[in-house]
């Protein structure tokens, strides 16, 4: 069977997969569908996921949110719904990944950003491909090298998503230089940016994102890791 494009019924969007093309083990499978299922529960965090196993079919429903207008970029607004949302993601990091926190993934229902699409499996089979279910370049170096997706990904698309918010316009061109940053000197990665914040919570990330306005890629590839090691997270301005 091949993709499907969702369909919207009576108030829920609604996906369907074939077993084979999920890449994913029956145990993890598993225990994933219902991790999701679980944690949208919270309404502060995602629209209610359900899965439904028909033969070799997966269906899966997601409950519709009623879109707000979102908070001016760089206004006040924007900060508790972004630092609530981060709060979230850390509460989840060691157990469940999204592996596509974009834009068109955050949904603002006048009080929360609320994250949708939370795939059935991270890597998947689309066109006859082994396909690993994120948004370029939001993507970490590791992740890459491993073919997968871990909390890394998720970090990095969080970061550019709060960048949007706080600065405007699309962070997509430095994301790009992000990628463009990696390159080899002596057989070791060149310190880029992501190296100042995967070790970081969540919640730090849109202070960081507030800090990164002026942003370069060759600045950071003259900052040494000691100064990485000093460079402290400012303070949410609230």
Not at 10 to 28: A, M, N, P, T
Not at 70 to 98: E, F, I, N, Q, Y
Not at 213 to 234: F, H, I
Request: proline letters at 8%; glycine letters at 6%; hydrophobic letters at 30%.
């Amino acid at each position: 069977m091949s993709y499907e494009k969702p369909r919207v019924r009576k108030g829920w969007i609604e996906k369907r997969y074939s077993r084979e093309d999920l890449l994913i083990g029956g145990r993890e499978q598993h225990e994933r569908l219902a991790r999701i299922t679980e944690v949208t529960k919270d309404p502060e965090l995602s629209p209610v996921t359900r899965f439904r196993w028909d033969a070799d079919r997966l269906t899966l429903t997601q409950g519709r949110v009623s879109p707000a207008p979102s908070p001016v970029a760089g206004s006040p607004a924007v900060w508790a719904p972004l630092r609530r949302l981060a709060g979230k993601l850390d509460d989840l990091s060691s157990t469940l990944v999204h592996g596509d926190i974009t834009r068109k993934n955050l949904v603002y229902d006048g009080k929360c950003f609320q994250l949708v699409d939370w795939e059935p499996a991270l890597r998947q089979r689309r066109s006859r491909r082994a396909t690993l279910m994120y948004t370029e370049p939001y993507l970490s170096e590791r992740d890459r090298f491993d073919q997968r997706l871990s909390v890394e990904t998720d970090k990095i698309s969080f970061f550019f998503v709060c960048w949007r918010f706080i600065h405007g316009g699309n962070p997509i061109e430095r994301a790009r230089d992000l990628v463009r940053a990696r390159t080899r000197r002596e057989g070791a990665v060149t310190p880029i940016p992501e190296c100042d914040f995967l070790e970081l919570p969540f919640r730090d990330l849109p202070c960081l994102a507030k800090e990164s306005g002026q942003w370069s890629p060759c600045e950071s590839r003259t900052e040494n890791a000691e100064q990485r090691g000093k460079r402290r997270v400012p303070r949410d301005p609230r």
